[in-house]
């Protein structure tokens, strides 16, 4: 990135052309959002460019972020599309032009969105039999594999099927074969199932094959920005470059130093390095967020002589403070410390969810139950994630894992899976504290026609054995809206209060993103993003 071509922006209210393509890098708390809105309502009240059926498009990485910039254009009308990029071209481009891809084995007619793919025991036999991979005993491990399958663009700039990290393709101490990749993915198709990869593999092919598709997307989005730009991966950097060839303006938004999401296909020298013609290079340094204290380590982490944020009111606070030892004492520290507006992020997922359900060991992230009680399992595999999602009041996700649940029961109906959630939810604390068998037997069986109750055998130990409280641990909400949560979830958030957990037990290593910050590692760039 040439900082030297970069004009520098005092404040998130200054304006800029609104017929010219950009990239602003803003750090952290330098009012992105601030920006963004405000170029919108620019281009909204001094565009010739729009009408009824032309519009800006407005594309973040998150759900949270969408309605974060959807409350403060809420005035707007019908000018402006905001939604995320598996979103929008599921709208725009896969729903309504799949039919153009001959060679593609999906039923047009099982068209029914996207969705995170958890391949059930029959899909996983069928993909074994077809690519003649007998040797796979493992369903767990296949399925963890299967699933990190990604579309990713090669050196030829082609679309391949593969994975991000190599040993991701690794099942009991061997690699699945690489010509059977395709094989899941097309038995996948056949039943119905998209993934949210998937989306963007169909709108590539769609947009390179046909050019009428692409002229349809830009006469109807003029404008096309998008915010976290830094978070994109490089299927998504295609797709924008192949729209942004003649009509429409990109905007692109984010920060190199706040790349954050490589195991989903992310690269940091994306934004950096994305450029096309004509493209007007902005800077947004003042940190309107943040106290002094607090900037200097965010400036001390960083070390970039091209990149330092100030405090344009001064803001003065406490330093931040390090606590070292137990994590539970550090918790119960923080609380009695702390009376509001607090927040507790950590890494990962398990770690934050063992404090949130005050689980003292290890939280085991995935278990077998959904290929070792096969349609049971993943009965109370998916009602478990219901209730979970119910829990945050996202009903909408909620009733879809309901679904799931009851699939083999027939006429299960959205009124059911909500009649089913609001009864078990009403009923939590009588099983949170159980064992899994306890809360199948007493709340699941004899209702809406489940008439196999879990008696004897090693399936019923393992059950007993198993805490209602651990399988809510590894439910891994979107947009998670709760007060424990991973760094990722918690990006665009704002918090007076936040403890940040380190997964790591060697303290040294905890440390090292302060005492040696180096941000070509994501993870210190992680943590600069707190």
């Not at 060839?245 to 934004?271: C, H, M, R």
């Not at 996202?394 to 699939?407: E, F, G, H, P, V």
């Not at 489940?450 to 809510?472: C, H, M, P, Q, W």
């Amino acid at each position: 990135m040439d900082w030297s071509t970069a004009t520098k922006l005092v404040n998130s209210k200054l304006s800029i052309p609104i017929d010219q393509h950009f990239k602003l890098c803003a750090g952290p708390g330098a009012g992105k959002t601030t920006f963004l809105i405000h170029h919108i309502r620019r281009i909204l009240t001094y565009s010739t460019r729009l009408s009824k059926s032309r519009r800006i498009a407005c594309i973040t990485y998150t759900n949270t972020g969408v309605e974060t910039i959807r409350s403060r254009l809420k005035d707007t009308g019908e000018d402006i599309e905001i939604s995320t990029i598996h979103s929008f071209l599921y709208t725009h481009v896969v729903k309504p032009y799949l039919w153009l891809l001959n060679d593609i084995s999906f039923p047009l007619d099982r068209l029914e969105g996207h969705d995170e793919i958890k391949p059930s025991y029959t899909t996983l036999k069928e993909y074994k039999q077809r690519t003649s991979q007998f040797w796979i005993k493992d369903d767990q491990g296949l399925s963890n594999a299967l699933s990190k399958l990604s579309w990713v663009i090669n050196k030829q700039e082609e679309v391949e099927l593969g994975f991000l990290k190599p040993y991701h393709g690794k099942v009991e101490e061997r690699f699945i074969k690489k010509n059977s990749y395709l094989t899941y993915k097309e038995i996948c198709w056949e039943q119905g199932m998209m993934s949210h990869d998937d989306v963007l593999y169909f709108s590539y092919l769609i947009l390179k094959k046909h050019e009428k598709v692409k002229e349809i997307i830009r006469a109807k989005f003029p404008y096309f920005l998008i915010d976290e730009f830094q978070d994109t991966s490089p299927i998504q950097v295609a797709i924008t470059t192949l729209l942004a060839e003649k009509e429409i303006t990109v905007g692109v938004i984010g920060d190199p130093s706040q790349s954050i999401y490589s195991f989903q296909g992310a690269n940091g020298k994306t934004f950096s390095q994305f450029n096309i013609k004509g493209m007007s290079f902005y800077i947004l340094e003042n940190n309107h967020r943040s106290t002094i204290q607090i900037i200097s380590v965010l400036n001390h982490m960083r070390n970039d002589k091209h990149f330092i944020q100030h405090s344009p009111d001064n803001k003065v606070g406490n330093k931040p403070v390090i606590l070292i030892g137990d994590v539970f004492s550090s918790y119960r520290y923080f609380l009695e410390n702390v009376k509001n507006d607090w927040c507790v992020l950590s890494y990962k997922n398990e770690v934050t969810n063992r404090i949130k359900y005050d689980i003292r060991d290890i939280v085991t992230t995935d278990f077998d139950l959904f290929y070792r009680d096969n349609k049971r399992g993943r009965l109370i595999y998916f009602v478990v994630h219901a209730l979970e999602y119910g829990r945050q009041m996202k009903l909408k996700d909620a009733i879809k894992y309901m679904k799931k649940a009851y699939r083999s029961i027939e006429d299960f109906t959205d009124q059911d899976a909500f009649r089913n959630l609001k009864r078990l939810l009403n009923n939590y604390e009588d099983y949170y504290s159980n064992n899994i068998k306890d809360f199948y037997n007493t709340h699941i069986f004899n209702y809406y026609g489940v008439k196999s109750k879990i008696t004897k055998g090693e399936i019923s130990e393992y059950y007993e054995n198993l805490g209602f409280d651990r399988l809510a641990a590894i439910v891994n909400i979107a947009d998670d809206k709760s007060f424990h949560k991973t760094i990722h979830k918690a990006k665009g958030d704002e918090f007076k209060n936040v403890l940040v957990i380190s997964s790591e037990n060697n303290y040294n290593k905890q440390l090292d993103f302060l005492l040696s910050p180096d941000m070509s590692k994501e993870e210190h760039r992680v943590f600069y993003v707190v």
